[in-house]
């Protein structure tokens, strides 16, 4: 099963390489139409997507970067995971402050991302995360036939059609989420 936006590996139907997926994103599988996304084993020192791209001949421009903000308003924090292609960034101190309604944004603490992902650092992914929060993709994303995306884990990568990222529990596209 090669899929391009994955390069030079060869990849599977994700239910099949269980030991590539963090916990959450295995279970979050048995929802969705699991046969539609792919995985791949990766070097985990490769995980972090130039290191990842340039070494499996990957599409920089297909790959997707799913990262967790926190904001703060009147001594609440909340949470919402954010995925946009590696060639943009996340708007967090205009787009997402302004949606989050909060006084304040800024990527989460790494250990409180991956304590309330049960997921690894660059490895983060918008399949299995809380149920609670939001998820908010570009358009670039959404709208993508498929994008390379963590696994939960740094050993691997999945090949997701973004239509099935946009609908994920809790996904909204937000037109002006990437800069």
Do not use: Q
Request: charged share 20%; with cysteine.
């Amino acid at each position: 099963m090669n899929h391009p936006v994955l390069g030079t590996l060869t990849a599977v139907p994700a239910p099949a390489r269980p030991d590539l997926l963090a916990e959450p994103v295995a279970v979050a599988l048995a929802g969705l139409d699991a046969g539609r996304i792919a995985v791949a084993e990766i070097d985990p020192d490769l995980a972090d997507t130039a290191a990842f791209c340039a070494a499996y001949s990957s599409p920089v421009e297909r790959a997707a970067n799913c990262v967790v903000v926190a904001g703060r308003r009147g001594g609440e924090t909340r949470y919402v995971a954010c995925v946009v292609l590696a060639t943009t960034r996340v708007d967090v101190n205009g787009a997402v402050k302004r949606r989050l309604d909060v006084r304040k944004a800024s990527f989460a603490p790494m250990d409180d991302a991956v304590a309330l992902t049960g997921m690894a650092y660059g490895g983060i992914t918008p399949i299995g995360l809380p149920a609670d929060w939001p998820l908010w993709l570009s358009p670039g994303v959404a709208g993508a036939d498929a994008v390379v995306v963590g696994s939960g884990t740094r050993a691997g990568k999945l090949a997701v059609p973004g239509d099935l990222l946009a609908s994920l529990p809790g996904a909204e596209v937000v037109p002006d989420l990437a800069r």
